[in-house]
């Protein structure tokens, strides 16, 4: 699945101008948590809740505990940014700038590790540079709550099925080991036997049989390779 297939439009967007109490007052009526700002038809920031959180109007804008002078003669001085931000009256004032997009065929997975990597919560969807969409992390819980109302529809499967299925995902990892372990499935429930090295395989294991329709019980018998020599 594809950015194209689940991302929201058309989007709600501002200008570089849009006043900032009007972008708040945006949000806030479209139930929506940010709002990209584009000019000639190109992004050219983003407007968050997070942008508009230190702010006089409500004061919550504070202030920074002062850097002493050798810190604000080797680095920047944050107070001026802040200012800015807290006291600015334009989009382009406290939006941020740099905004990570992706385009229409990129996949639902590269986009959720963007979120993972680079710690944001939405990406604008382009075509040909234009702004077409946009995926939020919202987007893929709601598809991931479609997936669960397809899941518990009842499926009939026999259990040579389920089996194969399951068999055919475990000898895809890496970390299954088919000669010291065994599979078994009767009216629906799953049974491994056999040897394992870590919990994390037995967890792994469960997992993957979860997964396969049909299946509506694990049993785990496993022993785990380093209690064989008490047994002995």
């Not at 990570?100 to 959720?112: G, H, K, L, P």
């Not at 967890?203 to 047994?231: F, I, T, Y």
Request: glycine share 4%; with cysteine; charged share 25%.
């Amino acid at each position: 699945m594809k950015a194209k297939d689940i991302m929201t439009m058309p989007v709600t967007t501002v200008a570089p101008d849009t006043p900032v109490l009007d972008i708040a007052g945006l949000l806030l009526e479209r139930q929506i948590s940010a709002v990209p700002v584009v000019e000639d038809g190109r992004v050219v920031g983003l407007v968050s809740e997070g942008d508009l959180l230190h702010r006089r109007e409500i004061g919550t804008d504070g202030s920074l505990p002062e850097a002493s002078w050798w810190n604000r003669l080797l680095k920047d001085d944050p107070a001026p940014a802040a200012y800015v931000k807290s006291h600015a009256t334009r989009a382009s004032d406290v939006m941020t700038r740099n905004v990570v997009s992706v385009v229409e065929e990129t996949s639902i997975a590269e986009i959720a590790a963007l979120f993972e990597a680079r710690k944001i919560k939405r990406v604008p969807v382009l075509r040909r540079k234009k702004l077409v969409g946009i995926v939020s992390r919202v987007d893929l819980v709601q598809l991931l709550a479609e997936k669960a109302k397809t899941s518990h529809t009842h499926c009939q499967r026999s259990d040579d099925q389920i089996r194969e299925q399951l068999l055919s995902e475990l000898a895809s990892q890496s970390w299954w080991r088919q000669h010291s372990s065994n599979v078994l499935v009767t009216g629906g429930v799953v049974q491994y036997w056999g040897v394992l090295r870590s919990d994390d395989e037995r967890q792994a294991a469960r997992v993957a049989a979860e997964n396969v329709p049909g299946v509506c019980k694990v049993e785990d018998h496993w022993m785990r390779l380093a209690d064989l020599p008490s047994m002995l």
